[in-house]
């Protein structure tokens, strides 16, 4: 796991919350040239940046990672962090190819949900002239109404209304009851 941070404060913060998860081997960098040295020598499976303030440095390496075509690593998800999430950030963090982006403080449950959710979610790459990065569709429900379909996999857009119950209401209830999770 590779994580950077140029705040010892929030670096800090970070390690001993994946230390507590049980992550064993992370790549700590300060600064955007460490993290790019790192990426060219070793194989990460999770990288956590932070937006690195005003300079947006931390969209820029996540940009750079997915143009440089550093396999594995340029698939890697991100996880990217920031003081601030205002949309125009979000928006940006989406498209520089982070998976999810997080507003600081970060807790121990939400970092957690987030790399649960990357890792179960599991959005297919795109690869184009202009974008590099996980696909930006959350739902897949299919083509929009009165819309040719453009994919192969696209869902019929005329689902129409369920015939039977989905599923009886003690497997809705199982599904809601707390459980332990082990990583």
């Given at each position: ?39 060219g ?39 990217l ?19 999810f ?14 790399i ?60 809601m ?7």
């Amino acid at each position: 796991m590779l994580l950077l941070e140029e705040s010892p404060m929030g670096m800090s913060i970070l390690v001993q919350i994946l230390t507590g998860f049980g992550a064993k081997t992370l790549h700590r960098c300060e600064k955007v040239e460490e993290a790019k040295d790192a990426i060219g020598k070793v194989e990460v499976d999770l990288i956590i940046c932070d937006a690195l303030g005003a300079s947006g440095a931390g969209y820029d390496f996540v940009e750079w990672l997915r143009g440089s075509r550093i396999e594995p690593n340029c698939y890697v998800p991100v996880l990217l962090t920031a003081g601030h999430t205002p949309s125009n950030a979000v928006a940006r963090a989406r498209d520089c190819g982070a998976h999810f982006v997080m507003a600081k403080p970060l807790t121990p449950i939400a970092v957690l949900e987030r790399i649960l959710w990357i890792a179960r979610e599991g959005r297919r790459f795109v690869e184009c002239d202009t974008y590099m990065g996980p696909d930006r569709r959350f739902k897949n429900e299919g083509v929009p109404s009165g819309m040719v379909g453009r994919r192969r996999d696209d869902l019929h857009g005329d689902i129409g209304q369920a015939e039977t119950p989905n599923m009886d209401q003690e497997v809705i209830d199982s599904l809601m009851k707390t459980r332990r999770v082990e990583l």
